[in-house]
């Protein structure tokens, strides 16, 4: 294969950590559905001017996506809070939405997001996690009905800090927790996050914060929330299930690292990934974009990247719209669509080692059953089988494939995994001609909904 058929990200030490080959995306596996090599190139060399305009915006510090891999002093502010917040907790609820949830979810999901505990001691003893991203006043107000508020922590995130469905979601839950005669722990019960104080001007949830004596982190002000996995924002999940918050920014750096290091667009993985899906819209009319993980640890990641290429690249007549599966499920259901539909959808198979993993599937039972070419086989080879199975069968149906192999899902591919996909979409708003940071429509909403309430309220 080419160079740009496939890249490697790694680490120092050398570890290959993420895989990517577009080599299904080409003309000379899929035949006319397909960008020519020759093509493709032309697609990556316009990023060459960003690539520099990037590694600029890093040596400057104006961008500080770029170096929240570097930071430490806020990952030792997060773990003291979390700790202080955990303390006597069997349960801790998460408040946000969007980008102030998904990418914590993504993260937790890694050690069981929502599990009271693992295979180490240490995990066993750690409360469960809770995300409540979407409003729903029947689920809300289920849970807080059947909470124990005693032992439930609750941690706010909202980035401007005037997110009205997540301050409607901290009003019910302090009402409830005063409710249930705990008015005096509020302070200890609760933690937030949000974009520090500027202009003398505080936002709602600061308020609400310093009426009630309840800590506050700082949201990291230069990054939005749809590009904050790797700040606070999805650090306290992660520590809260207990991962290595520092082996996910050191798998993060590697891609910065790898930007800075790379001769050319052409072998830097994020942007080859941007050229490919952008160049397969405007040459090919592809535009659909499916991220389908091979994990069940991995589910939430894909309605995480789902926000951030939609919000990021959408606006203006332009964008693909994405959409998140999950392998093998998917295969049952939206697969057909991929492989007979119209030839509109990229399809990124995301893969991980499951090959000799899982229980060992009994011969006999086998047998009785009609599967008896897994007797003795290990669950995971079924997995492993059809994440190779299927992208050849797309292939031959003529339909795009990337594949992205992850050596081990662990925190270090994680952090490089979910850092591409921020680069990449920033470098796909390049070739878009879009800014990838703004959500102009998305605020319009905001203001709407703003004004019916406050119409409704004086009727």
């Given at each position: 294969?080419?160079?740009?058929?496939t890249?490697?990200i790694?680490d120092g030490?050398g570890r290959?950590?993420?895989?990517?080959?577009?080599?299904?995306c080409l003309?000379?596996?899929?035949?006319?559905?397909?960008?020519?090599?020759?093509?493709?190139?032309?697609w990556?060399?316009?990023?060459?001017?960003?690539?520099?305009?990037?590694?600029?915006?890093y040596e400057?510090g104006?961008?500080?996506?770029?170096r929240v891999?570097?930071?430490?002093?806020d990952?030792?502010?997060?773990?003291?809070?979390?700790?202080a917040?955990?303390?006597?907790?069997q349960?801790?609820?998460?408040?946000?939405?969007?980008?102030?949830?998904l990418g914590g979810?993504?993260l937790?999901?890694?050690n069981g997001?929502?599990?009271?505990?693992?295979a180490d001691?240490?995990?066993?003893?750690?409360?469960?996690?809770?995300?409540?991203?979407n409003?729903d006043?029947?689920?809300?107000?289920?849970?807080?009905?059947?909470?124990d508020?005693?032992t439930?922590?609750f941690?706010v995130?909202?980035k401007?800090?005037?997110?009205p469905?997540t301050?409607?979601?901290?009003?019910?839950a302090l009402a409830?927790?005063?409710?249930a005669?705990?008015?005096d722990?509020?302070?200890r019960h609760?933690?937030?996050?949000?974009d520090?104080?500027?202009?003398g001007?505080?936002?709602?949830?600061r308020?609400?914060?310093a009426?009630?004596?309840i800590?506050?982190l700082d949201?990291e002000?230069?990054?939005?929330g749809?590009?904050?996995?790797?700040?606070?924002?999805?650090l306290?999940?992660?520590?809260a299930?207990?991962?290595d918050?520092?082996?996910l920014r050191?798998?993060?750096g590697?891609?910065?690292?790898?930007?800075?290091?790379?001769?050319?667009?052409d072998?830097?993985?994020?942007?080859?990934?941007?050229?490919t899906?952008?160049?397969?819209?405007r040459?090919?009319?592809?535009?659909c974009?499916?991220m389908m993980?091979?994990?069940?640890?991995?589910?939430?990641f894909?309605?995480?990247y789902?926000?951030?290429?939609a919000?990021?690249?959408?606006?203006g007549?332009?964008?693909?719209?994405?959409?998140?599966?999950?392998?093998?499920?998917?295969?049952?259901?939206?697969?057909?669509?991929?492989?007979?539909?119209?030839?509109?959808?990229?399809?990124?198979?995301?893969r991980?080692?499951?090959?000799?993993s899982?229980?060992?599937?009994d011969?006999?039972l086998c047998?009785?059953?009609?599967?008896?070419?897994?007797?003795?086989?290990?669950l995971?080879?079924?997995?492993a089988?059809?994440?190779?199975?299927?992208?050849e069968?797309?292939?031959?149906?003529g339909r795009?494939?990337r594949r992205?192999?992850?050596?081990?899902?662990d925190?270090?591919?994680f952090g490089?995994?979910l850092?591409?996909?921020?680069?990449?979409?920033?470098?796909?708003g390049?070739?878009?001609?879009?800014?990838p940071?703004?959500?102009?429509a998305?605020?319009?909403?905001?203001?709407?909904?703003?004004?019916?309430?406050s119409?409704?309220?004086?009727?």
């Amino acid at each position: 294969m080419s160079a740009i058929e496939t890249q490697n990200i790694v680490d120092g030490s050398g570890r290959r950590l993420v895989t990517q080959s577009v080599a299904g995306c080409l003309e000379s596996a899929i035949g006319s559905s397909g960008l020519t090599e020759a093509r493709l190139k032309g697609w990556v060399h316009r990023l060459d001017g960003a690539m520099g305009d990037l590694r600029t915006a890093y040596e400057r510090g104006t961008l500080a996506h770029l170096r929240v891999p570097e930071a430490t002093a806020d990952i030792a502010e997060a773990e003291a809070a979390m700790t202080a917040l955990s303390e006597g907790a069997q349960t801790i609820v998460f408040l946000g939405t969007g980008g102030s949830s998904l990418g914590g979810q993504a993260l937790a999901q890694l050690n069981g997001w929502n599990l009271p505990g693992g295979a180490d001691e240490a995990q066993r003893n750690r409360p469960r996690t809770r995300f409540y991203d979407n409003l729903d006043a029947t689920t809300l107000g289920r849970a807080l009905e059947t909470l124990d508020l005693a032992t439930t922590r609750f941690v706010v995130i909202s980035k401007s800090g005037g997110t009205p469905e997540t301050l409607a979601q901290a009003v019910a839950a302090l009402a409830a927790v005063k409710e249930a005669g705990l008015g005096d722990r509020i302070k200890r019960h609760f933690l937030a996050l949000a974009d520090p104080v500027s202009g003398g001007r505080v936002s709602g949830l600061r308020q609400l914060a310093a009426d009630f004596g309840i800590p506050v982190l700082d949201h990291e002000p230069g990054v939005g929330g749809r590009f904050s996995v790797l700040t606070n924002v999805g650090l306290l999940p992660a520590i809260a299930r207990g991962l290595d918050v520092r082996a996910l920014r050191r798998g993060a750096g590697a891609v910065v690292q790898g930007l800075l290091g790379a001769t050319g667009a052409d072998s830097f993985a994020p942007a080859v990934g941007a050229a490919t899906a952008i160049g397969l819209l405007r040459e090919q009319g592809v535009k659909c974009s499916v991220m389908m993980p091979y994990a069940d640890r991995l589910g939430r990641f894909g309605h995480w990247y789902v926000q951030l290429w939609a919000e990021s690249l959408g606006k203006g007549g332009e964008g693909t719209t994405p959409l998140a599966c999950l392998g093998p499920l998917d295969q049952h259901s939206q697969l057909q669509l991929f492989m007979d539909g119209p030839k509109e959808h990229l399809i990124t198979v995301v893969r991980v080692p499951t090959e000799g993993s899982g229980p060992v599937l009994d011969g006999e039972l086998c047998g009785r059953a009609g599967i008896g070419f897994l007797a003795g086989r290990p669950l995971g080879d079924l997995v492993a089988a059809q994440s190779e199975a299927v992208p050849e069968a797309l292939g031959k149906a003529g339909r795009a494939v990337r594949r992205i192999d992850l050596d081990r899902l662990d925190e270090t591919a994680f952090g490089a995994l979910l850092m591409h996909m921020m680069l990449e979409t920033i470098l796909a708003g390049r070739l878009l001609e879009v800014d990838p940071f703004d959500q102009p429509a998305v605020e319009l909403a905001k203001v709407l909904t703003r004004e019916r309430l406050s119409a409704s309220a004086k009727a």
